[in-house]
């Protein structure tokens, strides 16, 4: 891995669909910034979403981004929510190194009704239930995950850092945005496209007494007990201001590198930068596994899936529409 200091401000190219690592070494905090647009736009409209619907998408989408690029393994990180909300679920499937797929479900009359009342943000669309981050391994490996109420008022920002907290309990900041653009071709159509950008920032410190955090709730401890309370640090409270003066359109603007949104935040301290991951939209289905799966159905069932002489599966992910004939299917 080759790394470079940016000392000063860089003029470089906005690099979309990649993920870039990075560490400021005075603050003890390492992080990743994410930029998404054409990869992103592909995986929005095949879907046809309603705009909120395919922001939230997006934000997930973001997110898991940021959090599988992490992983050091051959795995999967999946991002999922189960809710009562219009958007009832989403799932986001990241497969390492580079491979992304997401889809949404949701009531769309629910969903207009939301946008109606001017209550589509992305709390109102979640409502309550949970949100489970996934870590698979693969094999014979035990999966890990983590399971987060949704409150009604949670951003995918609040899960993040609820997560962290709870789950890791690391230090950590997170900012997400999603912007719906429109831009005009050389001859004066109008194009239509979806940008997104992300940015984690966690405190990772040698020494384990200064991470160390207000702890969680007393728990098995006598009742009446009170919960430390212990001062951030002040490396830590830096980093963290800094991560909090981003805006959205720092995050979206095609103008604006990873580079030169990292030089703004830590010129000061010194940033430090690692090699780019680029991501794809790429699903991981294929004929042979929806076969695969049809053909462990009896007969009876296959026959119940049979419309007009065929059996249709489509991918709830990249929208594939897979047909078969149902003969094809059945063990003799």
């Given at each position: 891995?080759t ?9 470089r ?5 990649t993920v870039?690592?990075?560490?400021v ?6 992080g990743?910034?994410?930029?998404l647009g ?6 929005l409209?095949?879907h046809?979403?309603?705009?909120p619907?395919s922001?939230?998408?997006g934000?997930?989408?973001?997110l898991t981004?940021?959090l599988g690029s992490?992983l050091?393994f051959?795995?999967r990180?999946i991002?999922?929510t189960r809710?009562?909300?219009p958007v009832?679920?989403?799932?986001v ?13 949701f009531d769309?009359?629910?969903?207009a ?5 001017g ?6 669309l979640?409502g309550r239930g949970?949100?489970a981050?996934?870590?698979d391994?693969?094999g014979d ?6 399971v ?5 008022g949670s ?7 609820t ?7 690391i230090?950590?900041r ?5 912007a719906e653009?429109?831009t ?5 159509a109008?194009?239509h496209?979806?940008r997104a950008?992300?940015?984690?920032v966690?405190?990772?410190p040698?020494?384990e007494?200064r991470?160390r ?9 006598p009742?009446?007990t009170a919960?430390?309370?212990?001062d951030d640090?002040?490396?830590?409270m830096e980093a963290?201001s800094?991560?909090?003066t ?5 995050l ?9 949104l990292?030089?703004?935040?830590f010129?000061?301290r010194?940033v430090?930068?690692?090699?780019a991951?680029?991501?794809k939209?790429?699903?991981r289905c294929?004929?042979?596994r929806?076969?695969?799966m049809?053909e462990?159905f009896?007969a009876?069932d296959?026959?119940e ?6 059996i ?11 047909r ?5 299917l059945v063990?003799?």
């Amino acid at each position: 891995m080759t790394d470079a200091i940016l000392e000063t401000r860089p003029p470089r190219a906005v690099a979309d669909d990649t993920v870039l690592p990075f560490a400021v070494e005075a603050l003890d905090v390492r992080g990743r910034v994410v930029h998404l647009g054409p990869e992103l736009d592909r995986i929005l409209g095949r879907h046809d979403y309603p705009a909120p619907v395919s922001r939230l998408l997006g934000e997930a989408v973001v997110l898991t981004s940021l959090l599988g690029s992490s992983l050091k393994f051959e795995g999967r990180f999946i991002l999922q929510t189960r809710t009562d909300g219009p958007v009832s679920m989403i799932v986001v499937d990241f497969a390492t190194p580079d491979a992304i797929r997401a889809y949404a479900s949701f009531d769309a009359d629910a969903v207009a009704a939301a946008i109606a009342a001017g209550k589509a943000s992305s709390p109102d669309l979640l409502g309550r239930g949970q949100l489970a981050m996934t870590v698979d391994q693969g094999g014979d490996m035990s999966r890990y995950q983590g399971v987060v109420p949704l409150d009604g008022g949670s951003t995918f920002e609040d899960v993040a850092h609820t997560y962290f907290r709870q789950s890791e309990q690391i230090p950590t900041r997170v900012r997400l945005a999603v912007a719906e653009m429109l831009t005009r071709t050389p001859g004066g159509a109008p194009v239509h496209g979806w940008r997104a950008g992300g940015l984690i920032v966690q405190f990772l410190p040698e020494s384990e007494d200064r991470v160390r955090r207000r702890d969680l709730d007393p728990g098995d401890g006598p009742e009446g007990t009170a919960t430390p309370v212990l001062d951030d640090d002040d490396a830590w409270m830096e980093a963290r201001s800094l991560v909090d003066t981003v805006e959205d359109i720092e995050l979206t603007d095609p103008e604006v590198s990873h580079e030169r949104l990292l030089f703004r935040l830590f010129h000061e301290r010194g940033v430090r930068v690692f090699d780019a991951l680029a991501l794809k939209d790429q699903c991981r289905c294929s004929r042979e596994r929806v076969q695969g799966m049809l053909e462990q159905f009896s007969a009876e069932d296959v026959s119940e899936m049979t419309v007009d002489g065929e059996i249709v599966v489509t991918c709830e992910f990249c929208s594939t529409h897979y047909r078969f004939d149902p003969a094809t299917l059945v063990k003799g």
